[in-house]
């Protein structure tokens, strides 16, 4: 995440939408340049965004801020009324929440620029649907896109604070996780065109039930519609009902971008799209059941701008999927030099990316067993415990090994006597050493919150020769000897 925005200016009139209190601190006239959310890295002559963090609260970072060239800090008016005296030499713009008043920021400088931005929702499939339409975009246009999956309040507003006269589009994602979310970061990204990837249960903590979800991600929609901006929708999703004109994609017939993709068992999908009475086939460096509806999705949004399809095989064929062999990512096939393939899915997961990714594990060639290394969905509330057991009855349908991670998965671990429940990423490692096999493929996946990919790293360690651990583990599965 970019945290220091430098060059956009600001006067004190734009400083006075944002709450009334400025119009006593700051002459109307003047001028700010730049804005940073990182005291340690100031915008000189520019504005500090003091923001309360998990770990760390920037308000008290606010003298090396000012130490560093900031004229200006926003601040948490309540946190304000007890600065230290000797901070009295400070200038402070106190408002209700420093993050919103960014976002209005955000929202202030997107009006600048009256270029079509094309905003990205979803259960699943977000980030890599906002890539490949990126991607296919930059065959034509100067595109602004949202850094890796930066999709909340924060990092959007950071991602249209870096819209330049040179941008001729941006494509920007937009997540949530509780009910509101997506109307406020509409009013910022001001949309003229969406996709709405696919509908799943998916923080459940806090959009209660897939009714929530549904209404949550449909507020882009509803937005479009009003502002006669282009919508496009799953083809396959029943929960959506696409209006006359606006565009569908996926793998039916019926839709207007026909997608349809096959497994290479290399690490790549062989993807085919069918519209406009024309055809499209190119392989991209991603496995899944969903890339072929990202593509789609990217083809539509093609077809929206104008481009050939020569441009959109172009723009397909030019992404290069993130190359962490053992970092969080999302549905890379890795092979190991045990010969053992891994799947790397450990960015994130909720129901429906658990769904997909087992369907997949399902799918990929393999010519010894296939593994499923699940850690917990987090953020479902009381369907927790229902979503779980759902997630693992499919993972024995799918896998031949099984080994879960994590308090929810652990709890149904009597119900599931064949299943293997592991106490720390360490142990899930050197039993995948012990008993991984040439011809194996293993994914692994699970919440942000669970780190899934330290197993990899820690499996990778212990392959090169590294020692993890001399846990007490679980007999291996049926038929495979032990080291």
């Known amino acids: 995440m970019q945290s220091c925005i430098p060059g956009v200016e600001w006067t004190g009139e734009h400083l006075h939408r944002l709450c009334p209190e400025a119009a006593n601190r700051v002459a109307p006239e003047e001028v700010f340049r730049g804005v940073t959310v990182d005291s340690r890295q100031p915008a000189l002559g520019g504005i500090f965004v003091a923001l309360r963090g998990r770990r760390v609260d920037a308000h008290s970072k606010l003298p090396e801020a000012f130490a560093g060239g900031v004229s200006l800090a926003i601040v948490e008016q309540p946190l304000w009324h007890h600065f230290p005296a000797d901070w009295q030499h400070y200038r402070f713009l106190p408002v209700a929440s420093p993050l919103k008043a960014l976002a209005e920021l955000a929202r202030l400088h997107r009006q600048r620029f009256?270029?079509?931005?094309?905003?990205?929702?979803?259960?699943?499939?977000?980030?890599?649907?906002?890539?490949?339409?990126?991607?296919?975009?930059?065959?034509?246009?100067r595109v602004l896109k949202t850094a890796g999956n930066e999709n909340n309040l924060l990092g959007v507003s950071l991602t249209l604070l870096q819209l330049r006269p040179e941008h001729e589009v941006a494509v920007i994602e937009l997540g949530t996780n509780s009910v509101g979310e997506i109307a406020l970061l509409c009013q910022s990204v001001q949309p003229t065109c969406g996709v709405v990837t696919a509908i799943g249960e998916e923080h459940l903590a806090g959009l209660s039930s897939l009714e929530g979800v549904v209404r949550e991600e449909a507020t882009l929609i509803r937005f479009l519609r009003r502002a006669g901006g282009r919508v496009i929708l799953p083809a396959?999703?029943?929960?959506?009902?696409?209006?006359?004109?606006?565009?569908?994609?996926?793998?039916?017939?019926?839709?207007?971008?026909?997608?349809?993709?096959?497994?290479?068992?290399?690490?790549?999908?062989?993807?085919?799209?069918?519209?406009?009475?024309?055809?499209?086939?190119?392989?991209?460096?991603?496995?899944?059941?969903?890339?072929?509806?990202?593509?789609g999705a990217a083809a539509a949004v093609a077809w929206v701008f104008g481009l050939s399809a020569e441009e959109v095989r172009r723009g397909l064929c030019a992404y290069r999927a993130e190359s962490a062999e053992q970092g969080p990512a999302r549905m890379l096939l890795v092979r190991l030099p045990n010969g053992v393939r891994?799947?790397?899915?450990?960015?994130?997961?909720?129901?429906?990316?658990?769904?997909?990714?087992?369907?997949?594990?399902?799918?990929?060639?393999?010519a010894g067993r296939r593994w499923a290394v699940l850690g917990d969905m987090q953020e479902l509330g009381d369907a927790a415990p229902e979503a779980h057991r759902a997630v693992l009855a499919r993972a024995r349908a799918q896998a031949d090994v099984v080994c879960l991670f994590g308090e929810h998965f652990a709890a149904l671990a009597a119900e599931f006597p064949d299943v293997l429940v592991f106490a720390s990423h360490e142990e899930i490692a050197e039993y995948l050493w012990r008993w991984g096999r040439p011809g194996d493929v293993v994914l692994v996946k699970g919440s942000r919150a669970l780190a899934m990919e330290r197993v990899l790293v820690l499996y990778r360690q212990r392959l090169d020769g590294g020692r993890v651990s001399n846990y007490a583990l679980p007999l291996g599965p049926m038929g495979v000897e032990g080291v």
């Not at 931005?117 to 979803?122: C, E, H, K, R, S």
């Not at 209006?243 to 019926?254: I, L, Q, R, S, V």
């Not at 069918?274 to 496995?287: A, K």
């Not at 891994?342 to 060639?365: I, K």
Request: contains cysteine; glycine residues 10%; negative net charge.
């Open 236 to 295: 396959d999703e029943p929960l959506l009902l696409p209006a006359d004109g606006e565009m569908t994609f996926g793998p039916t017939p019926a839709a207007d971008i026909w997608a349809t993709g096959s497994l290479d068992g290399e690490g790549g999908t062989v993807v085919r799209l069918r519209y406009g009475g024309q055809s499209i086939e190119c392989r991209l460096p991603l496995v899944g059941t969903a890339v072929a509806r990202a593509a």
């Open 342 to 366: 891994v799947l790397n899915d450990t960015y994130n997961a909720n129901p429906l990316s658990m769904r997909m990714a087992l369907e997949t594990l399902g799918q990929l060639p393999c």
């Open 114 to 141: 009256r270029i079509p931005l094309v905003a990205v929702v979803g259960s699943a499939g977000k980030t890599t649907t906002k890539e490949l339409i990126a991607s296919v975009l930059a065959q034509r246009f």
